[in-house]
Each structure stands twice: as structure tokens, then as C-alpha cells.
């Protein structure tokens, strides 16, 4: 394009070059919405998506094995009497931190670094949140009945419980996925604009052209649009820090040996950081490779990711130390035995295996050569996932497995419906996922320009 | 570019943001009045039996007493479905040919049951005792209503949970003198709150809202 | 009496181009004016007077609402509707209430934003004269608009055309209704 | 010690072939078809996944359930669908019987006949169901309890599987044309005066049915009644006529007894007495304030049973040896007349200083004290047992001696025997068997069916079609005892006449009938010839009354044996061969629960854990430890036993207290014809019982197989890993510290609280549990699933630990692997006042009740499960699948009419009976008064023979259970957790002999 003589492109010194140098509006704009608009679908879009659709199919069957027969073909029994469908539960909403957390908290922290990756770390929230509601609903005895945990007049004059945990599961994740929605979807209005000005393809015009609902980047709209997000921002970050509060609470309130613990919110907090970026990172490398996006998804974002995970992990490591020395100070038999049981019972190959994926394994990531190393930073995320899902199962299962009253014990196993279950919900994520690059633009277009050195105001306002 | 939409759009999407609220609204309104009305409750729909039994003409007309029938409304959970033979006590003599009768003579020559529809028909999970209601003053058409003017007999009440709990709630607000329990007639007086207050002390009427009164 | 068109549009190629032109018309007197760029600029937004807006103050009462709608719906259901003996707790068992009332406060105030945001934006407004002007297209791209509304009481079609094509516009075109 | 639990990760796909293959469980609920489906099912999942086997509950009856579902999820579309109800119609009576009020139950009085003996009891009725069996208070053997069987028997009256037609060679027949059969086979043994006519009978006390035999033997002197019963009085009724001469009849005073010696005898709350002598034992076991005098009971046995673990003083001896233990005992109190030489072998041996010890107790209380010898010991035991009571003078004080129940008792072997030969020889023409199931049950040796085939007619009268009815051209199908009339004797011989609740469901006829087909008046009914007998006892004209108070009674006023006094004769018995330990000791030993087989069909016996081993579903080869480490064996290990050339599979159970190099097997396993529960449920040990050898043996080989077979326990875990759950102590302990229970339990003050607790002013509802009486016979678990409709759930969903009992008997072992002492801990809910399942529960479905129950509302319950999760106890029970059974009509007419059904996906729990309860409140509410302290009885509480469980209002302080609450002995469960249980427990106190504690 015509360089305007008034303003040369010039790189201020010291300008982080978070996007590589060379772009301009228009070549930014162009590449990310190519994505969405380009005319044929890359095979490597279809493979993946087809193998998830398959996934999606083993889900479908098995909810629907599970609402015929009821949840008994799972491996649950008494004494343990969640199993793989809360842990999966847990796993998920951990997961669907990162999104939240990157676009919210970075942004109040003006890490512009984040606006490369916000807009598919959120998409990735909003569908691992999706995947989790689904264990609350379908782990009921009696799933059709899930509308009594909402109150609402009735012709019982019965409502719900509010000292239960499960209630405020409810709420909190029901409020979280509302605010991710709405925080996704404010943030995409600007970019669907430039979709609908773009789509050759005048139904996608007409859809783009709605969903933008006349975005037009008028400056008055600008202004009270920031104050938006500063604002969804502002509100988005005590809400992401509650919500696994909130579910450590189904844990910390009850009396189980190896549940009830203070030290578990926080705990659980820095857990689902940490795997939420795991996930981050799981799909950012292979999407950058595919879309040969590495000069928008710069290594050094994956070097700050890495740090996060990095931090996040040491959190936990410390966690991990000070439950089992608790367990030890308090002196309570039971604390002490639920300890020592995840360590040396029926259970501990879990127990080490977890401790050596989310504790030992991940300090390699102290090294810059690993953290910018795409293999083992893949590899390492991919750790992290399998050991945050164990450490729920751990605290569930283990906790359960041998509690008071030592005639109750028992031992649980999963069963095949059990992995089905899992395995399809990560069907239904990638399902989701693939579906959402491939129509919305992954990549915050409108965020991305202003990290363009010609964004600048070059000349001072005053005269 | 040209224009996408035609200017009317403004209008429609602006309408169609709060017309959904609306829609949400409107459901959960309807799902609820559903739930109260009559069709899912039978309320106040009469209910057709094999022998078109009317309480208006007996109860009524006649005056007979409900626990002439009725024979184990006083210390029995189940007021107890008359048998044939009551039936045939007075129907052998009087309108021993009526047409309309056939089926309770068919049941008492054939020692076989009449199979009644029934009209008051709590869930399976529910355990209503009618003897301690009567023994504490609660009288027959407080729940059934004036049966008197019955011809048919249909259910007077909800007999939803909200319904059984205005009263195990506020007792005073329907007891009665237990002398009244089995009159049909009866209307509250002006002052039944604190009639009811009284008798409430005097029956040692408990306001029971523990699940396992009812549920077990 | 509506005017024969909706006003004059100029376009520009650089943020700074587009600031400076804003800071010009808003020195000729021009108050009707509205800039349109890819992204947010915050100079821009000075020069066109742009400063606070009423969203905050929303947001403040669609939360304290959500507050008070959480406590008190819990406090009514525990305590007044339905007392129930949970597990000898409490009826008013106020520690294990403060979750969901966060909660509430959260999510009303969250609609207040977004709900707050469209209506102050006059949002959605899928039809828009400026949208007339073929090359706003590149508005969502990689090019910067300044519009001056025939509403303005300075406007002058002729006038004011002049004077935008005198801040080296790359181009300056009329917005038809 | 570890009691080894479910391998981790158990994956064996074997084994759960083995599993698909042997159990059938919940078949039980379903018809054939279904059952049919559900075998292809699971195969095909067997194929598919091996793994899962256990998560099918067995028959997915997949189209019904799959629209249960969609019904359910259109319900939930189709809005109020799923407010409105289904019309139902009433029926009510043509011509309603006085008696009868609808929504009141009627309690008639009867008797349970126990290998024929009676215990009396009275049977709940609703509107004509019987439904719920209870002790009748009057009666000797009962004393208002009951035993497992005897709940168990109203699941019998309504078993679909019972045979419902009269059949000839597989063909349905009329009764008139058995008539005309009988009559003609008949006609050919006149002549020859019934010389080719036999009876087979179980073991009887039936005074009518005694004098129906008399007159058909007087029309046929020839001919010839036999008498069987697998697990008869054949030792005793041998013993007594070594010891007397004559077939005396003993029984036991064991209220009036300071010192018991039980030589392998499991008295409490098993056999017909068992009851009576469970609440004898533990009346004289109740330490209460100061009253701290306690009987002492010591235990020499073969097997770990109740009565051991009860013991002051267990000794695990094989078999064998308890004939040479016995001598020397005899011979250390100087016993007259008998052998006991062979005592030598023990005096000499290691428990030298047990038996002296024994010895000088029991000589120190003559006339207070009692030696029992078991059923399945050899008669030379019992011989000793008599002369030993009688040298410490205990006869006629603690022992009681009368005449035989039975009119003319005949040895069940040697009667049997007798029949097989007559039948070898081909003298019989006509064979009739009542009751008995002989093919399943003779010993392997006399090959009961191949002789049996050389008979011409044969005749089976059964309440099954089973393994004899298949070798006989007739089957008559019986009608259960509580469809007929008949009599019985109760221990004390106190006579008891049997009435009807029902019409017979499926045709059957009663026993009665049948003989009277025999005699000149085959067409009298039940009624009338049991009324014609007592009528001839009782003649003149006051009979219809006393006819009346006799029934009404469940008791016939003073038929009690009168004790006798007999001669001891000495014994003619060989003395006590020393017993060559050759290869292993078998031990032959009926099941705790399903009897001699006979009960294999009935779900709620087969679910019942048994006493120590909780094992379900199954009978295994039990070993001690020690065997089993020199054996190299596992828990669940499969074998082959070998026994005198012949050969069974069993799996391994090791059984801590077992004597070393004994194997226990348990008979009633392995039926083919039982019904669709019993069917192939375990391995058959009759196949290796012989006539020589009944009860045990040595010479058992075993062979490890190494593959496994899974065994489902309802408890995997026997070790307190140090807790204070069950407390324990010795009365010295007590004496010293009547508080040291309590001190354990470390209970939180009252005032440690943020918040003020909730009042409970009117009833308080609590319960209090006597862990020294309780005798671990699981009786409250069968009667808590009968009076609450509780399911049966099928070996795979006991073995993912889904058993749906309310109420369980724990027990834990302390002390050596090799004979560990042994405590019993019955576990209901708790109904904690700061209950932490309520506070989890996101739907108020559980919450608490202005009287303290802990109240679980099923049909608010949405099935999260949380509760159980954070119940401390673990009572709470979840439908996993729909366990209820929605379809068979007969298991319908059982259920409570006063307790919900429970669907899938619900939990449930106990709630201290609520029904009956508020039944209780009602009455009294009309009554004007409060309720009467005792006059709730909860179903646990009603049914413990030794009334170990106490319910009532703890706000009245009068009140039984206050009292005991009251008491040192009283502790909470794990009342550090302040959980406030409204369940509490009394410590378990033992009475040990100091002379052999401090050795």
C-alpha cells in the first residue's frame, strides 16, 4: 500500500515485536479472516475434526446407555460414590480457566502479549466448560429432575438447599459460563464487522452481518466498548478465581478424611490454572504449525505461557507438601491415614504417577531451552493434563475408597461406560473446538492491529 | 459496499434481544399454570363411575351420615369404599329394579367387586391418614368439599403439597369443632381464627411440616 | 425537514492522519461528527471530546441488585417459606449464603455490562447509512473515516466538502440516507 | 492382619466368565423370556468387554427400561405429563368381613416349623397378604422374636418359581385324577397289605400328621414310613439312646446356667431352639450399673460361628478331636459309666491348662451350669455331654430331659438306608415322598435316584418342582404352611396349630390331604382333620371355645413335655479312635441360611451375609490361615476337592479361627432345580457327604486349580486399623472403669458450638445397642428388608459392594489370625442431629424431622449421591439400576403397603421404621395420651432373639432407652466427629476365666 509520507512506519526502540515484523493492517486483517473465508477447507482441518466427530458419536452412545439404564454401569458403588464423572467434571472447569484468565487478568495487567491468544484460549473455556456441565446433569440418579436445583415457584413449596456445595456448583458454574459467553462474544463483535465486510458469500455477509449487529468502529462506540471489556474484565477475574473455590468446596465441606481441607481453594485455583494453560499451549502449537500462524503466536508467547505453568505448577508442588504435612502436624488418625493410604494403599501407583507428572516432570520447564523447545513443551503440557486429571481422581476416589468406618470400605474401578463417557466428552471439546476455527476468526484481529507499530499516534496531540 | 440489510432490521433485532426474554417468560408462566390447573390436578372435573352414584341425592337428599359408607374414616388411614352390601341394604328394597342399579345387584349376585374410578388419588409416595384428621377436627369438606351438592362426585382440591401445607401450616385457619367434623353444611364462621386458635390448643393440634409426616 | 443526505465522509490511511484531521474538524466547530477506525484510538477519541461515559455506574447497580436479589432469595427460601432443620444447622445459616450472593452479583452485573454497552451504542444497527459509502468496507480493515453529519448546524454540503478534502483526505465522498 | 480385600486392579476375565456364568440373582425378578434375553446379553457383553460384567445387574430387559426412559424424558418435554397420575380403580369387598378394616393390618398367630419344630409366631395381614413375620410372645422358642428363616418363609409363600400345578410325567393333572391313581395303585397293595407302599417324610412333630400315620399304617401294616432329614437330630437321637436307652429328648435352661460348655454346638439363634437360647444366654450377660454378674461361655468348635465369637473362651479344634476334648472333660469332672480314655491324648496335649482351667469353673457350679454337644458331632460326644451334666448334677436344673417330639423318632440314616435297600430289592411298588428332596440331599452313596428308578409309582408332594420331582411320574405341588392348616411341637414340645393366612396361592395341597388320600376319607380338607384331631384330644363341649383360644393363642395350653427322669445307661460306644491325620478334615455343615438347600431359592437368604464371613450368593471351602499359607491359597482361589474318589470345585475362603487342616463346606448349594435364584448357585458338597461320614471325615485332598472364582462379601475390611469403633472390654476392665468405652470415644462437650443447636421438645426417637447381647445372627438385616421392601440386588451388583441392606452386622476380629476374638457391631443409620448428609443434599431430599429422624424423602431425591459420600457410617443405600421389581404380581402382594417403593436412582435409607412410628403417634393422638414407652418396636428391634437393640423416646427418662443411654457402657460411633448420633452403642463385655487369660 501507499506509504502516507505524514507518518512513516518506524519500530519505536523498545518495542516488543510481539508480532513479527512486516505486518500491516491490511496483511493481518487478510491472513486471520482467510481462515474462516477461505473457499476450500484444509485437510488437515477435516482429519482431526472427523476423529472428534467419531468421539462425539461413543459420548452420544454411552449417554444414551447411561439414561437407559442409570448410572449404575458406571464403576461407582459404595463407599465411592463419584467417580470418574466428578473428577472428569473437575478436570474440565480446570481447564476452562485459562481462557477466562488470559483475556480477563492479562488485560487489567496490560499483557499485551495475550492478544494473539485470548480469543481461542476463551473459545477453548467456553467449550471445557460445556464438557464439564454435562457430568453434573448426567452423574444424577435421576437426570431429568435437574431443574429442581434451580429455585423457582413450585407447587411443592419446596426450593433448594443452599447450604450444599452442589448448589453453589450451580450458580457458580452456570454464572461462569454465562460471563465467558458474553466476555467471547463482546470481543468478537469488531472482528465478525470485519468478517461481514469481507465474506464474498452474501449468506455469510447476512450471518456475519447480524451477529456483528452493525458494528461499524464508530470512535463513541470505541470508547464505551473499552470501557466494556474493562469492566467484563474487571468482574470476569474475582468470578474466575471462585469458581474453583467453589468446586474445592464440594470437597473441603464434607467431613471425608483427605476432603476436608482449608488449604484446597487456593490450591485448586493454581491447579486449574495450570492445566488450563496446559491445554493452551496443547492446542496453540499444532494450530501455528497448521495455519502457519507462528509469526501472530510468536514463541515468546508460548515462553510466557510456559512461565505461568511454570509458576502455577510450583503453587501445587507446595500444596502437595503441605497437605501431607498437615495431614502429619494435625495428628488426627484419620487425616493421617487418608495420607499415608493415597501414599502406600491399594491406590498409591496413582498417587506417585500424579506426583511425578504435575511435580517432578515439570521443573524441567526452569530451562529456556525446554520452554522454547515446540516437542517438549507439547509433550510436557500433555503431562500436565494427565496429572491434574489424576489428582482429582486421587482426592475423589482414594479419599473415598477408605474413609471412617473400615467395615465400608471398598475399592473402585472404572468401567468401560466410565472411559466412554470421558473419552466423549473430549470428542465433544474437539468437535466444538475445530467447528469454531474453522467459522470465527481464532485470532483477535482488531486486538492483533493494535499491536502493529503503525498503530501509533505518531505525532503529538497538542499543537 | 452496498447495504446488507434493509433499514426495517434495526427495528426487527432490537425487538427480537427483549421479544426472547418475553418467550422465556411466557414458558415458564405457562409450564407453571399447567402444573396448577385443572388438567393435570382433576380438579373439579366430574368423574364418571359405573353406577352414577350420587352424594347430592344421598348425602343431601337423604341425609345419610358419610360414615354410614364411609365405615373406617375414624380410625383407619383409608375411609373405606362402601361394599355391595351396604349398597344392597336399603337397594334390595327400594329401587330393587332400577336399570341404572343392575351393576351393584350383577356385583352382589356375582360376588364380584365394583371397579370404582378413583377420585381422590393421592401419589404412591404419599401416606395420608384420615382417622387422626378427623380426630383433630378437620372436617370432611374441608378436603372433599360440599359432596351435598355433588351429583357426580369430583375432587374438590389440588391435593398438591402446596395445598396440604396451607392447612398443617395454619390449622386454625380450618378446624373445626369435632361435632361438625361430619357436617356437610358446615360454613366457617366470622371468627374462625380465633375459634381456630382455640380448638387448635384444645385438640392439641400439632403443626406438622416434617417430611416423614406424609413421605416414608 | 430531513436533509438531502446523511453527511460527508472523508477517508484516511493512517491513525495519525485520522487524529489529526479529528483535532482540525473539532476546531472548525463541527460537533456532529463521528470517526471510524479497525481499532480503538485513544486520541482520536480526545480530539472528538469523547471522555467518561455512564456504563460504570450501570454496571454498580445491576451488581448491588444481583446482591440483594441472592440474599434475600436465600433468606426467604431458609428461613420464612420452608424452615427445615438441615443437618442442626441454622435456618439463617449466613456463611454458607455469601457464595451464592457473589455469584448473582456477578452475573447481573455482567448482563448490566453487556446489555448497558448495546443500548448505549444504540446496538444492534444492522442497517446504517455509512454503510452507503462503498469504501467503508475497508473501515474493518485498514482504513480511517472521519464524518461530518448533515444534522450539524455548520454543515453546508458544499462548504464542508472543501474544507475535508483541505486534510488530505485520500478521498472525500457523500453518505447517502 | 490383612483381610485381603478386591485385588487391585482386578481384572480377570475368567473369573467373571465364571461370575456371568454361576450367579443369576436378580433373574429372580424377571420372566423367562427376559431371563433368556438377558443370558444372550450377557454373553455377548462377555465377549464385548469382560471387564463390565459386574455392572450389569444381569438381564437388561432393554426395550421396557429403554421406554421407561423415553417416557421419563418426554415427561420432562411434555411438560405436566409427569404431574398427572394414571386412573386407578378401587375394589372393595361384596360383603366385607367384620374383622376387616381397610389400611389396618391383622396379626394371626402360627408357628414357623424348623426341621418340623415350631417356633410360634404372629404374621402380619394386609387385607389378606400375609406380609411380615413376628415372634408371638407367647410362645417358648420365640418370646416375641424370630429367626432369619422364619422372616425369610413370607418371601417363600409368594416365590413365582414355587411349582403351581399338580403334574403327572410333566402333564397337568387334576387332584381327582391323582385320586383315581392313588386309589388303583392302592387297590394291588391291599392284598399284600401295603407291603410294597412307602412314605418318605421329613423329620415331623405333627400330632395330627403322627395319627394320620397310624390309621393309614393300620390299613397297611406292611408298609412302611420313612423319615430323612440331611441335617437331622441323627447324633442326638443316637446319643440319647447310647446314653438312655431310649430316644430321650434334651433341652436347655440356659437362663438358669453361670458356666456353658458348648462342644461344637452353634446354639445361638440358630436351629429350632436357637432363638429361646439366644435370649436365655445374653439375659444373663446385661451388666448394668452395678450389677455386673455375667454367665461365662466357653466354645470348643470346629467352625467359626456366632457362638464362638461370642465366647468368654474359643477353642478351634477339628471335628475330630472334640470327642477326645470331651473325654477329658468328662474325666476331669469325674463323669460315671463312660469311656474316657481317649481324653488322655488332650490332658496331655497343649490346651492342658484350658481344659483344667474349664473343668475346675464347671465343677464349681453344679446344677448352674451346661455342656452342649453340636448336632454334627458324633453320638459318643454327645453320650459324654450326658454324662458330664449329669456328674456336675445340672439335670433337671439346666438340662431338661422329656420324651421324643417325634411319637416314634426313627435315625434318619439308618431309616433311609432301610428304604434304598427295600427299593435295591425291588419291594417297593409305591413310593410317596413329602417334603424331602432326597435325590438333591441322600448321601452320595445310597444313589437315592438311580435305586429310587425301581420303583413303579412314584409320588413327589413338594413346594418345588426339584431334583426328586424330576425322578417321579407325580408331582403334587405343597402348599406353604402359610396357606394350610397343620400343627406342630415347639422344643418344650409345646404344641402349636398352624392356620392359614391365605388360600393357597398355586394349588397346593397340605401334607394332610395327602395322607387322608390314603386312608377311608379323602376328601376331608385341612381344616377339618386337624380341627377332628385336637377335637378327639378335647372332646366335650367347650371345644369350639377352646378351639378358638388355641389358635387365637398360636399355643395349645399345657402340652409341654413334662421333664423326665431317665437312668444313665453308659455308653455301648467304642471308645474315640485316635483320629490318623490323613490328608484334611471335611466338615459338613448346613448354611446358616439357606438350610439344607431347601430355602436356595429365596433371594433375601441368598443376599444375607453369612455370620463372620459376610459371603453371599455362595458357599466356599473355608480354611484357616495358617492351611492356607502352607497351601499357597488365596481368598477366591478355585479348587478341587477330593473326597474318597470323588471330586468338587469350590472356591477358597480363608476364615480366621478355623482350625488348622479342617475344611468347612456348607451343603444347599449347587441346586439345578431350585428356581431361577437358587439355580447353580455354588458347588453341591453333598456330593461328597456318604452315609459313613455325615457330618465329617479325614482323608480330603486339595487341589489348587489356579484360576479364580470372585465370592461376593458385603464386607471386605475386618480390622479396626486401631479405631474405636466396636469398644470392647472384660468385666474387670468395667469393675475398675465402668467409663473406659466412653473415655475411647472422646465425645465433644455439648456447648463446643458457633451456633444454638435445634430443640427437640415432644418425642426424641433414639435407639441404643447392647454389643454384648447382640449374637451377630443377622436376623434384624432380614426383617429390616422385609418390613421395609427392601431389593434384592443379585451376586454381580453385591460384588461392586450395591447389597441395599439398611441395616448390616459388622463384624471386626482382634487378637491372633489363628483365633481371633471376634465382635459384632449392627449398624442402622445413625440418625445424627448434625447430620452431615442432610448439609449436602442440593434438594432438602434428606433432612431432619421435628423428632429427630433423620428423614429421606425418596421421591425428592434426585440421586447425587453426595450424601452417602459424607455419611461417616456409610448406611445409605442407592438404587444403581431399578432394583425394585415393577412387574411379578406375587412379589407385589408382599410388599408393605406402609413403606414406598423405591425406584431407580434414589437413595434410600434407614429412618427407624418412621411407618410405624407414625401408625404409633396416630393411635395415640386419638387416644388422647402420649406414646407408651416399648410401644414402638422398631423391625430390627422386634426380630433380636437377645434384644440386643432398644428404640424409644430419649426425652422421656423413664424410658428403656434412656436408661441405657444412661449407662457407662454407652458410647457414640465415632463421636469425635460430633455428628451427635442418635444411635448409640453399649460397649461389648466379656466375662473371661482369669485362670486362662493370665496363662
Redesign the interface.
Known sequence: ??E?P??PVTVPPGRPTLIAPGH???SV??KISSIVLTRRTPLFWFVPFLIASGLLMVFLAAVAYL?????????????V??GWAITNFVWWIGIGHAGTLISAILLLLRQSWRNSINRFAEAMTLFAVACAGMFPLL????????Y??F??????????????????D???VS?YA??SA??W??GLI?DL??L???ARN?WA??TY??L?????????????????SL??AG??T??VL?VHT?VS??FT????PGWHSTIFPPYFVAGAIYSGFAMVLVLAIPLRAMYGLEDLITMRHLDNMAKVMLATGEIVAYSYVFEAFIAWYSGN??EM?AMWNRMTG??APTYWLLIFCNLVFPQLLWWKKIRTNIVWLFVMSLDVLLGMWLERYVIIVVS?SR?????????Y?P???DVATYVGTIGLFFFLFFLFIRSMPMISI??V??LLP??????G?E? | ?SQ??HPST?TF?RVSIFGGLFIIAFL?WAW?EL??STYATRAKVPVQQPVPFSHEHHVGGLGIDCRYCHTSVENSSFANIPPTKTCMNCHSQIWNRAPMLEPVRDSFRTDTSIRWIRVHDLPDYVYFNHSIHVAKGVGCTTCHGQVNRMPLMWQEN?L???WC?DCHRHPERFVRPKSEVFSVNWQPPPNQLEMGRELVKEYKIQSLTSCSTCHR | MRPPVYGLMAEF?????L??A??EVREKGYRRV???????????????G?HH?R??LL?LCG?ILGGLTGYL??YY??VI??PIN??G?PLH?WP??I??T???T??F???T??L???G??G??????P??NVPR???????RFFICIEARDPLFDRHDTAEFLSSL?PREVSEVAH | MKMP??P???LDLAAIRARLASSRGRTYWRSLEELAESDGFQEMLERE?P??A??W?DD?A?RR??LK?MG??L??AGLSAC?RQPTETIMPYVRQPEAVIPGKPLFFATAVPHTAIAMGVLVESHLGRPTKVEGNPEHPASLGATDTLAQASVLDLYDPDRSQTLTYLGDIRPWSGFLGAAREALALQVPKAGAGLRFLTGATTSPTLADQFRTVLQKFPAAKWHRYEPIGRHATLTGARQAFGQPVHTYYQLANADVILSLDADFLGSGPAGVRYAADFASRRRVRGSQTAMNRLYVVESAATPTGAKADHRLPLRASDIEAFAAAVAAGVGAKGVDTSAGAAMTGGPHAKWIAALVKDLQQHPGASVVMPGIHQSPAVHVLAQAINIALGNVGKTVIHTDSLDPNPVDDFDSLHELVSDMEAGKVDMLVIVGGNPVYNAPVDFAFAQRMSKVKLRIHMGLYADETSEFCQWHIPEAHFLETWSDARGFDGTATIMQPLIMPLYFGRSVHELLAAFGDTPNQTPYEIVKGYWNRQHPGPDFEDWWRKAVHDGIVPNTALPARQVTFKGSAAAPAKATQAQGFEIVFRPDPHIFDGRFANNGWLQELPKPMTTLTWDNAAIISPRTAERLNLQNEDLVELEYRERKVRAPIWIQPGQPDDSVTVHLGFGRTRAGRVGNGVGFNAYLLRTSGAPFFDSGLEIVKLGSKFPLAMT?????????A?AISGNIEEYRTNPAFAKERAEEPPKELTLYPGFKYDGYAWGMAIDQTACVGCNACMIACQAENNISVVGKE?VL???AMHWI?V???YQGSLDNPEVLF?P?PCMQCENA?CE??????AT?HSSEGLNDMVYN???????C???C???V???????YADWNTPTLKMQRNPDVSVRS????EKCTYCVQRINEAKIDAEKEGRSVRDGEIQTACQQVCPAQAIVFGDINDPSSRVSKLKAEKLNYS??AD?NTRPRTTYLAALRNPNPEIENS
Not at chain 1, 452423574?139 to 435437574?146: D, E, K, T
Not at chain 1, 429455585?151 to 453453589?168: E, T
Not at chain 1, 465441606?253 to 471425608?256: D, E, P, Q, S, T
Not at chain 4, 445409605?876 to 431399578?882: A, G, K
Request: glycine share 6%; hydrophobic share 45%; net charge positive.
Open positions: 500500500m501507499a502516507d505524514r507518518n500491516t493492517f491490511g486483517t487478510d439414561l437407559v439404564r442409570g448410572v449404575g454401569i458406571w464403576g461407582i458403588k459404595v463407599p460414590m463419584w452423574h444424577l440418579g435421576r437426570p431429568w429432575l435437574f429442581w436445583f429455585p423457582y415457584p413450585n407447587s411443592m413449596n419446596i426450593q433448594p438447599q443452599f447450604r450444599s456445595p452442589l448448589i453453589w450451580v450458580f457458580a454464572t454465562t460471563v458474553l466476555f462474544f463482546v469488531p464487522a470485519t461481514r465486510d469481507r452474501r455477509r447476512a452481518g447480524i456483528a449487529m452493525g458494528w461499524r468502529g464508530a470512535a463513541s462506540h470505541w470508547q464505551k466498548y473499552e470501557t466494556a469492566l467484563l468482574l470476569a474475582p468470578l471462585s467453589v468446596f464440594d465441606i464434607a467431613i471425608v488418625p484419620f491415614f491399594p491406590y473415598l474413609d471412617y468406618v473400615p467395615s465400608a470400605w471398598g475399592y474401578w468401567t468401560i461406560w482488531f486486538e492491529r493494535t503503525q498503530a501509533e499516534v505518531t505525532e496531540v499543537k | 459496499m446488507i440489510f434495526n433485532s415458564v407453571a402444573n396448577e389440588s398438591q403439597m402446596s401445607l | 490511511e493512517s491513525p495519525t492522519a487524529a489529526a479529528a483535532r463521528e470517526a471510524y477506525s479497525p481499532f480503538p484510538i485513544e486520541e482520536v477519541n480526545e480530539a472528538l469523547l461515559n456504563l460504570p454496571v451488581g432469595m436465600q427460601i431458609a417459606d420452608f438441615v443437618g444447622r445459616s454458607s449464603f457464595i451464592i457473589f455469584e448473582l456477578i452475573l452485573a455482567a448482563l455490562t453487556v448497558g454497552l448495546l448505549l451504542c446496538l444492534p444497527m444492522p442497517y446504517h455509512v454503510f467503508f468496507v475497508q473501515a474493518t480493515r485498514d488530505h | 480385600g478386591k487391585y486392579p482386578h468387554f471387564r463390565q459386574a455392572e445387574p437388561p432393554g427400561q429403554f426412559v421419563a424424558s415427561a420432562l404431574t464386607q471386605n475390611q475386618h480390622l479396626m486399623e486401631g479405631r469403633i451388583q461392586m459392594r450395591r448390616r459388622d463384624s471386626y457391631q449398624l452431615p448439609l449436602v443434599c442440593p434438594v432438602q433432612n425428592r431425591c434426585v440421586g447425587t449421591r453426595y452417602s459420600n459424607n461417616p457410617y456409610k445409605r443405600r442407592f438404587n444403581f439400576f431399578l431407580r436412582g434414589v437413595m460411633l465415632l466427629l
